[in-house]
């Protein structure tokens, strides 16, 4: 069973800056995929960054150059590292794995909200 806990969310001003952390609990050993979602409030969950276990990133275009995804293996975390932050980035952010037997885990999500 693995748990994911997300942290590092809160209320930024449009153009600042925060960092999201997500720390996994159990093993993760052979995982395929880890990434961040988020949904904001009468929208559908959306994809936000991806990375896979050999490294390779995929981003939404809506934060292409803006959002960076890594991964701590050691700490098993995962990082979204967020700049020039818009209202409209404005969601609750889950993290999640996808493990190879195609098992999905989603962590309780932690709010972002950039407003002035």
């Known amino acids: 069973q693995v748990q994911l806990v997300e942290s590092g969310g809160g209320l930024v001003q449009p153009g600042g800056s925060l960092r999201l952390s997500c720390a996994a609990s159990?093993?993760?050993?052979?995982?395929?995929?880890m990434g961040w979602y988020r949904q904001a409030p009468g929208k559908q969950r959306e994809l936000v960054a991806t990375?896979?276990?050999?490294?390779?990133?995929n981003y939404a275009d809506s934060v292409m150059g803006r959002f960076t995804i890594s991964r701590e293996n050691v700490k098993k975390t995962l990082n979204l590292q967020m700049n020039s932050l818009k209202p409209e980035d404005t969601a609750v952010y889950y993290c999640?794995?996808?493990?190879?037997?195609?098992?999905?885990?989603w962590g309780q999500g932690t709010q972002v909200t950039v407003s002035s």
């Open positions: 990375i896979t276990s050999t490294g390779s990133t």
């Open positions: 159990g093993s993760i050993f052979g995982f395929y995929r």
């Open positions: 999640t794995i996808l493990m190879a037997n195609m098992q999905n885990y």
